[in-house]
């Protein structure tokens, strides 16, 4: 099973549990996976999902900073319920040892040599990474590594 069926399939199942807070995060989802396949033309794979759903993860986290910084963490909760509905879809994520190999791997297989090559390095490594690690805290191990 795709990860989109997997989605409908959840969306069919919350909207017969009555689970309205659940039910909306995965409407979400597939409002924002249905407007990407119609503005691009194209038809969803489990990656292109994966995106999607890393995308709306890092909003809601933006948005919980902000929520709580104003003083509203009921709003903040809300937010906070929704990122665990979609971190479901996303891949596990990787361990700081498990980064730091792919790193050293992706320096080893360019052949970067100062912080000059970051931007190799990353294009390497997004395709890699992408939705099973924050990719800042990629960026910070590159640079680090590429310090020494």
């Known amino acids: 099973m795709s990860l989109k069926e997997r989605i409908a399939e959840d969306m069919k199942a919350a909207m017969r549990a009555k689970e309205t807070a659940r039910l909306g995060a995965i409407r979400l989802l597939m409002a ?14 489990d990656a292109g ?13 933006d948005s ?11 709003l903040a909760d809300i937010e906070k319920a929704e990122i665990a509905v979609l971190a479901a879809y996303m891949p596990a994520a990787l361990s700081d040892a498990e980064i730091e190999a792919a790193v050293a791997a992706a320096i080893t297989q360019s052949g970067a040599s100062s912080p000059a090559d970051m931007g190799k390095l990353m294009a390497i490594l997004k395709p890699q990474l992408a939705g099973r690690a924050d990719m800042t805290a990629v960026s910070a191990k590159v640079k680090a590594a590429l310090a020494r």
């Open 32 to 45: 924002a996976m249905k407007q990407k396949e119609v503005d691009e033309r194209i038809t969803l794979d």
């Open 49 to 61: 999902v994966i995106a999607i759903a890393d995308k709306l993860i890092k909003q809601r986290r």
């Open 64 to 74: 919980v900073s902000q929520y709580e910084s104003a003083g509203r963490q009921d």
